[in-house]
């Protein structure tokens, strides 16, 4: 069974601070996911990532992917408030099956 | 942009009653998806459609849980008897074609409460 696990779970920080989050997954997969979801709200695609040594930015998030430590990372720079949601990383198996989510990752950032 | 759209947004039902969640999924995809999430948990899977049948489904997608695309636009989800613990936002998700470096694209979400 594919697990994919996140942390942390949840996040304060401050605006301007820099942070990681990290998702880890338990089977071999090229492919992984980021999308962001804003309280009830539905998910919105952030990044695919679909080779080892995969690496995205947009704005002050950036997203990489080493599928031999089957581990991805969210890397956000100089925090702002608009960033506050939950972050959920996804991966699935093979084009078109199943995701599988992580727990997802509650950011905060403070003014 | 095109985009996923659910009805309703929001259903109330008594345990024991059926309940139809509706999804238009984006046009030109082929594979469709129902997810869940109970509040303040994970998206968790439940089915996954594809040339008009049940590609993959999840443990949680028992006998009492139906998928229908009755016609050209529309993607059904049923649920025949609900019980309490079925209260959690479904979504419906789409995908356009395996191969495409692309992602599943999730509708708004009905939130679906059994009292």
């Known amino acids: 069974e594919l697990k994919v696990e996140q942390n942390p779970l949840f996040l304060s920080m401050q605006e301007g601070k820099n942070y990681t989050i990290y998702c880890n997954y338990s089977?071999?997969?090229?492919?992984l996911y980021w999308y962001r979801q804003d309280p009830g709200k539905s998910l919105e695609s952030l990044f695919v990532?679909?080779?080892?040594?995969a690496v995205k930015q947009e704005g002050r998030l950036m997203a990489s992917l080493d599928t031999k430590a089957r581990l991805s990372t969210l890397h956000i720079t100089a925090a702002v408030h608009d960033l506050s949601a939950t972050y959920f990383c996804?991966?699935?198996?093979?084009?078109?099956?199943?995701?599988?989510f992580g727990e997802g990752t509650q950011l905060t950032v403070n003014p | 942009e095109p985009e996923v759209t659910q009805t309703p947004s929001h259903q109330v039902t008594q345990m024991g009653q059926e309940v139809i969640l509706r999804c238009v999924p984006i046009?030109?995809?082929?594979?469709f998806y129902w997810y869940r999430q109970i509040l303040g948990q994970k998206v968790e899977f439940l089915v996954s459609?594809?040339?008009?049948?049940?590609?993959?489904k999840s443990e949680i997608f028992d006998d009492q849980f139906s998928v229908e695309r009755p016609d050209g636009s529309n993607f059904t989800l049923k649920i025949r008897s609900t019980k309490l613990e079925d209260s959690a936002m479904y979504f419906c998700?789409?995908?356009?074609?395996?191969?495409?470096?692309?992602?599943?694209?999730f509708g708004p979400g009905t939130r679906l409460t059994v009292l």
């Open positions: 990532l679909l080779s080892n040594g």
């Open positions: 998700a789409s995908f356009r074609l395996a191969g495409v470096t692309d992602t599943q694209y």
């Open positions: 459609f594809y040339n008009n049948e049940i590609s993959e």
């Open positions: 996804a991966v699935d198996i093979g084009s078109g099956s199943r995701l599988t």
């Open positions: 089977t071999t997969s090229d492919r």
């Open positions: 046009s030109n995809h082929l594979y």
